[in-house]
């Protein structure tokens, strides 16, 4: 019957071992499977969005090209218009020229000259502005001026301001020099008011017609804004963020130069569209999108996969208790049976040793799942009983060291049959990683508000890739075991005494150590 209830129980716990495991299992591959189906949709989205952003560039710099372009063909048109009042200026001054010799060959004419010729040219100018004086500037004569000669004598001021923007034709004859003044015709000046205007107004629609486009209108010498539009006054305000815009146009687009008369060169800048800006970050920002999206569901599902997981761990460790139980109360009657015979006193001791094994192996697995009770205990004693109990069970040629004393009066919150647990795992460990041949040594480490007890031994070690690794379920270097040692040991130090379990280092063939922290208080 004893045995019979063992077996039983063996089997119920490598059946709970058995779901454990498959758990684990099922979690990895959810895990990617969950991250290629992210990839493909992150993927999907990108491309998609990269070739709708593309396409959206695309037709946006085709309206900026086709701006442009009109930009270009109306200040051809304004350079035109300015050329051609260039030839009317030049156009006044020949006739001013022909209308000054004119008047020359009429004051040196002969006697029985004919001056009707000369006297028709003088006479055909009524457009231009005319003054004739001497050298001391009095007024010989003038024509189409807005003042009377009769009560003007001197040509000074500001007509002789007004008259003086355009050098003086020179007419000599004899020892004399006089000067013929000249300035635009009214109909000229109006032409050129006319230019101005026309120039206003192409600034003026280059800045409303550039829609979202920004773009800056410069000076000949590029420091100054003549005009802008789409721009930030804060950036117009600031040299430094001014010169930063018009190096991004320069770069994205080459200037517009026009060129006015007597205005100088005017360099128009321009760029890509906010909106196109803003859509060019748009992949970035839908990543990021997804990203977060993909980060949420998988701490979610993480976090429902790891609540299905305590589940299964508590489970495993109430029905590991439950099903050991009934074996051990069986067990604990055959003792009292066989008891009454003083001949198997030396059996019964080590049978009553062993039961006592067991209740403290159901006494840890019941614990688990619960909070469990952790009175101010000592570590040195815990310890050296860890200690003993694997000694007795273990090669002779193992030695364990440890380099504190039993009587060390080290008192700390545990709950000595998991902390017990904890410390078996690691010397169990140690001696499979040394192969049964080898020392191990248990030292300890004070702080101010926790300790530090370290369990090193002389094995085969691992690489430091394998330093996280070691305490994930089924991880294992042995041919037989679970690989839920450490896992359970990383559990109980860190859930339920809030302490650390973690490998200090490790150096393969030379060995390891496991450091475990626990707080004070």
């Known amino acids: 019957m004893l045995f019979e209830n063992r ?52 037709d946006e710099r085709k309206k900026v090209k086709i701006w442009a372009n009109a930009i270009q063909q109306k200040a ?40 009707s010729f000369y006297t028709q040219i003088i006479a055909g100018n009524t457009t231009i502005p005319v003054v004739l004086t001497d050298d001391e500037k009095n007024i010989i004569a003038a024509k189409n001026v807005d003042f ?6 001197k040509l000074e001021g500001k007509r002789f301001a007004e008259f003086s923007k355009i050098e003086p034709i020179v007419v000599s004859y004899g020892e004399f020099v006089n000067y013929l003044y ?79 008369e007597g205005q100088g060169k005017k360099y128009i800048y321009y760029k890509d569209s906010y909106l196109l800006t803003q859509l060019r970050y748009y992949p970035f920002v839908q990543l990021f999108v997804v990203g977060i999206f993909l980060l949420a569901a998988y701490i979610l599902f993480n976090t429902t996969r790891k609540a299905e997981q305590n589940k299964v761990w ?18 604990l009657a055959w003792l009292d049976f066989i008891e009454t015979d003083e001949k198997n006193k030396v059996y019964i001791d080590e049978l009553r040793n062993d039961i006592r094994r067991l209740q403290d192996v159901t006494a840890r697995f019941s614990n688990i799942g619960s909070a469990p009770e952790l009175p101010m205990t000592s570590l040195a004693d815990s310890v050296y009983n860890s200690v003993r109990y694997i000694r007795a069970r273990s090669s002779k040629k193992v030695s364990i060291n440890i380099l504190f004393r039993e009587t060390d009066q080290l008192m700390l919150p545990l709950n000595e049959n998991l902390f017990g647990w904890v410390m078996e795992n690691l010397l169990k460990n140690a001696i499979d990683a040394m192969e049964g041949e080898g020392s191990i040594t248990i030292s300890l480490h004070n702080a101010t508000r926790h300790i530090m007890l370290d369990v090193t031994d002389t094995g085969k070690g691992f690489p430091k890739s394998q330093y ?5 379920p089924g991880f294992t270097t042995k041919k037989r075991g679970w690989g839920l040692g450490l896992t359970l040991s990383k559990r109980i130090i ?19 150590t496991f450091r475990i922290v626990l707080p004070l208080k």
């Open 7 to 58: 077996v039983r129980s063996l089997l119920l716990i490598n059946r709970s071992l058995f779901l454990f495991m498959d758990i684990y299992r099922r979690k990895r591959f959810w895990k990617w499977g969950l991250f290629i189906i992210g990839l493909l949709i992150v993927n999907a989205s990108v491309m998609f969005s990269n070739n709708l952003v593309k396409k959206i560039a695309t």
């Open 76 to 115: 051809n048109l304004v350079n035109y218009t300015n050329d051609f009042f260039k030839k009317i200026k030049e156009e006044e001054r020949k006739r001013v020229e022909i209308w000054a010799e004119a008047t020359k060959r009429l004051i040196n004419a002969g006697i029985n000259e004919d001056l």
């Open 148 to 153: 009377s000669t009769d009560t003007v004598k």
């Open 182 to 260: 000249f300035k635009e015709s009214l109909l000229f000046s109006e032409l050129r008011n006319v230019l101005n205007d026309l120039t206003e107004s192409f600034f003026s629609e280059v800045v409303v017609n550039s829609a979202s486009v920004p773009v800056l209108i410069l000076d000949s010498a590029r420091t100054k804004v003549y005009s802008s539009g789409n721009v930030n006054k804060e950036i117009l305000e600031n040299q430094e963020e001014l010169e930063e815009l018009i190096k991004t146009m320069e770069t994205q687009n080459p200037p517009i130069i026009i060129d006015f």
């Open 314 to 331: 508590v489970g495993m460790a109430k029905e590991t208790a439950h099903q050991l139980g009934t074996p051990i109360s069986s067990m």
């Open 468 to 472: 996280k690794s070691v305490f994930r």
């Open 494 to 512: 860190e859930e339920y005494h809030k302490g650390k379990l973690f490998v200090h280092s490790s150096v393969p063939g030379k060995g390891t």
